[in-house]
């Protein structure tokens, strides 16, 4: 059976305002509602993994959606973090930051870690996805290009993999191309449909 015969009859509320979020699931040919809601906390406890970060902001995002919740509707929340050198790298405050974040990334490898949270009335799945991201050397021309063109200010880790920067910076990946975009589909559609089906 596919997953969209499967999610007949359910709700499913993207709750993301990442216009990259929407356009991955949209390839998934499920039927859902993108809703956003303000006031989201984005703090976390210091001490937690890279993979335990971005899975706490997830479930933490689901707590602001509870009371849509019936027995036909799941919620998807997401975060995505960049890793370098047991660091998090988050979305830069202005464009100063994004050239600096860019300069730590470039001739380096980095991870990027998406956590996702199902929630439905009766249960919650957390699940992420880690992929490995190589940069060549970039010229401080190519970073002051790409961050003055594409103001790439949304995004963690000052770059999204579907611009510019991707097509001429990034030398290779190990995982999932759309897991950098910010959502791990692949997984995503195998966990919905076990969500389902429990």
Same mark, same amino acid.
């Given at each position: 059976?596919?997953?969209?015969?499967?999610?007949?009859?359910? $709700?499913?509320?993207?709750?993301?305002?990442?216009?990259? $979020?929407?356009?991955?699931?949209?390839?998934?040919?499920?039927?859902?509602?993108?809703?956003?809601?303000?006031?989201?906390?984005?703090?976390?406890?210091?001490?937690?993994?890279?993979?335990?970060?971005?899975?706490?902001?997830?479930?933490?995002?689901?707590?602001?959606?509870?009371?849509?919740?019936?027995?036909?509707?799941?919620?998807?929340?997401?975060?995505?973090?960049?890793?370098?050198?047991?660091?998090?790298?988050?979305?830069?405050?202005?464009?100063?930051?994004?050239?600096?974040?860019?300069?730590?990334?470039?001739?380096?490898?980095?991870?990027?870690?998406?956590?996702?949270?199902?929630?439905?009335?009766?249960?919650? $799945?957390?699940?992420?996805?880690?992929?490995?991201?190589?940069?060549?050397?970039?010229?401080?021309?190519?970073?002051?290009?790409?961050?003055?063109?594409?103001?790439?200010?949304?995004?963690?880790?000052?770059?999204?993999?579907?611009?510019?920067?991707?097509?001429?910076?990034?030398? $290779?990946?190990?995982?999932?191309?759309?897991?950098?975009?910010?959502?791990?589909?692949?997984?995503?559609?195998?966990?919905?449909?076990?969500?389902?089906?429990?």
């Amino acid at each position: 059976m596919l997953l969209n015969e499967l999610l007949k009859g359910y $709700r499913i509320i993207l709750a993301s305002q990442s216009p990259r $979020r929407k356009t991955l699931l949209e390839g998934l040919d499920i039927p859902f509602d993108v809703l956003v809601r303000d006031g989201i906390n984005e703090d976390f406890p210091v001490d937690l993994s890279k993979i335990e970060i971005p899975e706490f902001l997830a479930r933490m995002k689901s707590e602001n959606y509870l009371n849509l919740l019936n027995d036909k509707t799941i919620i998807i929340t997401a975060d995505t973090i960049v890793w370098l050198n047991n660091k998090v790298i988050g979305k830069p405050v202005d464009i100063e930051d994004a050239i600096h974040i860019i300069k730590q990334l470039s001739g380096n490898m980095h991870e990027v870690v998406t956590g996702v949270c199902l929630r439905s009335i009766d249960q919650i $799945r957390l699940f992420s996805s880690i992929s490995k991201v190589w940069f060549r050397n970039l010229s401080n021309e190519e970073i002051g290009y790409y961050v003055n063109k594409y103001r790439p200010l949304d995004k963690a880790g000052a770059y999204g993999i579907q611009e510019w920067i991707g097509y001429a910076g990034i030398e $290779r990946i190990e995982g999932s191309f759309y897991n950098v975009m910010g959502l791990p589909v692949q997984t995503l559609y195998n966990e919905l449909f076990e969500f389902v089906k429990r």
